[in-house]
């Protein structure tokens, strides 16, 4: 009996709903929800970073642990797929345990599997820094310096 494929990356709104997933739901569920999605030999690569399955599982279970639920939001802007290969650009916020949100810009390059799930994962992220007041982004090394409180002799 021929086993179904999985069609979630086809689509721009189904890859980015399962995109987003990876940061929802229990952390004890995290290595059942990320198979579904990912295949058994997958392979992660960010930056400096490496991960095969288990260490992605690990990632995502202690994002899912200490990030406030529903934290991270991404939106593709752009999609394309051919055969096997997926691409896109997508940005994204998340709200940290502080409070701050910070953003992000991905270049995210797949190859899926014969039964649909995500066999690698290359991606180049680029770090916007923090939301501002007004909504604009201010990188980590432009923070305004707080000027060192002054103190009364009275």
């Known amino acids: 009996m021929a086993s179904s494929r999985t069609t979630f990356s086809d689509h721009k709104e189904t890859f980015q709903a399962a995109l987003n997933s990876f ?3 229990k952390p004890e569920e995290t290595e059942t929800d990320l198979a579904r999605l990912c295949h058994p030999t997958f392979r992660l690569s960010a930056e400096d970073e490496e991960l095969d399955f288990s260490g992605f599982v690990k990632h995502m279970h202690w994002l899912r642990e200490n990030l406030p639920a529903n934290s991270v939001s991404l939106t593709i802007t ?3 797929v051919d055969g096997n290969q997926r691409a896109d650009r997508h940005s994204s916020t998340t709200v940290m345990p502080d409070g701050k949100v910070r953003g992000a810009e991905t ?3 797949a190859e899926i599997a014969d039964d649909g799930r995500l066999l690698w994962v ?9 939301q501002g007041p007004d ?3 201010i990188k980590d090394d432009e923070v305004p310096k707080v000027p ?3 103190t009364e002799n009275k």
Do not use: D, I, P
């Open 107 to 109: 270049f995210l390059f």
């Open 148 to 150: 060192a409180a002054k």
């Open 23 to 25: 940061f929802t739901g």
């Open 78 to 80: 752009q999609f394309l």
């Open 135 to 137: 909504g604009s982004w």
């Open 122 to 130: 290359k991606e180049h992220v680029m770090r916007l820094g923090y």
